[in-house]
């Protein structure tokens, strides 16, 4: 194992500590200074968890800041080409998802607990749903579950499917093992498992993410249509 690789090896470690680190004890600061996060205003708790969501991507984008600038350089000459061929990529994910679905509609499941935390999170605070759903997501989930995983798997067969199952899995924590699970799974692996592909034949980080900006801002819109017209 040469040095460059154990050193990224190291970073892509690293960026996922961060992100599993703060996600789960975001509240530890608060308790530190004698505030009690429960007590707070929604609209400070909301602001106070894309502020910690903010530290996690600058961490991570100071870990590869080298390979983000060039992806970022990249991007910006050859979008429409990596578009055009990633798309059908992203559709076909979008197919496994609401197959997935339609089949587990057929066997009596329902939408899993987190979509079912997000869907009443954004009935009460939508403007926080949005930005962090929408802005925040994309770059967070992208640098930490493609980004620091791509630094630790360079095959691209077990890159593709560890990012995407883990990803998917972790959409499904609380959810007990049934079995339904696998075909949840499926379904909430798809998409992740279609970024993973993106960024293991482009080598480009913005390219996943550019798809993810897009499929959680057309979910959220119609969360939001929902909201507003039903």
């Known amino acids: 194992m040469n040095?460059?690789?154990?050193?990224?090896?190291?970073?892509?470690?690293?960026?996922?500590?961060?992100?599993?680190?703060?996600?789960?004890?975001?509240?530890?600061?608060?308790?530190?200074l004698g505030i009690d996060p429960s007590k707070l205003p929604g609209y400070v708790t909301d602001i106070y968890s894309l502020f910690m969501e903010f530290l996690i991507i600058l961490s991570i984008f100071l870990l590869f800041q080298k390979?983000?600038?060039?992806?970022?350089?990249?991007?910006?000459?050859?979008?429409?080409k990596y578009f055009k061929k990633y798309l059908k990529y992203y559709l076909l994910a979008i197919?496994?998802?609401?197959?997935?679905?339609?089949?587990?509609?057929?066997?009596?499941?329902?939408?899993?607990?987190?979509?079912?935390?997000?869907?009443?999170?954004?009935?009460?605070?939508?403007?926080?749903?949005f930005i962090a759903s929408v802005i925040f997501a994309p770059v967070l989930e992208e640098f930490t579950f493609r980004g620091c995983f791509r630094a630790i798997f360079k095959n691209d067969t077990i890159f593709i499917?560890?990012?995407?199952?883990i990803f998917g899995s972790l959409h499904?924590?609380?959810?007990?093992l049934n079995e339904l699970f696998p075909i949840y799974l499926i379904s909430y692996s798809s998409c992740g498992i279609a970024f993973a592909y993106m960024l293991a034949k482009s080598n480009n980080i913005f390219v996943s993410t550019g798809f993810h900006f897009m499929h959680n801002g057309i979910l959220m819109s119609l969360q939001t249509f929902l909201l507003f017209f039903s």
């Not at 499904?172 to 007990?176: D, F, Q, R, Y």
Request: proline letters at 3%; zero cysteines; glycine letters at 8%.
């Open 67 to 80: 390979e983000i600038t060039n992806s970022f350089k990249d991007l910006k000459k050859n979008h429409l």
């Open 172 to 176: 499904l924590i609380t959810m007990p």
């Open 3 to 32: 040095k460059t690789y154990l050193k990224n090896i190291l970073k892509g470690l690293t960026g996922i500590l961060i992100y599993f680190a703060v996600s789960n004890y975001a509240a530890v600061p608060l308790y530190a």
């Open 161 to 165: 499917l560890v990012s995407g199952l």
């Open 95 to 129: 197919i496994v998802m609401m197959g997935s679905n339609a089949i587990i509609n057929i066997l009596g499941g329902g939408i899993s607990e987190n979509e079912s935390a997000i869907r009443s999170s954004f009935q009460t605070s939508p403007v926080y749903v």
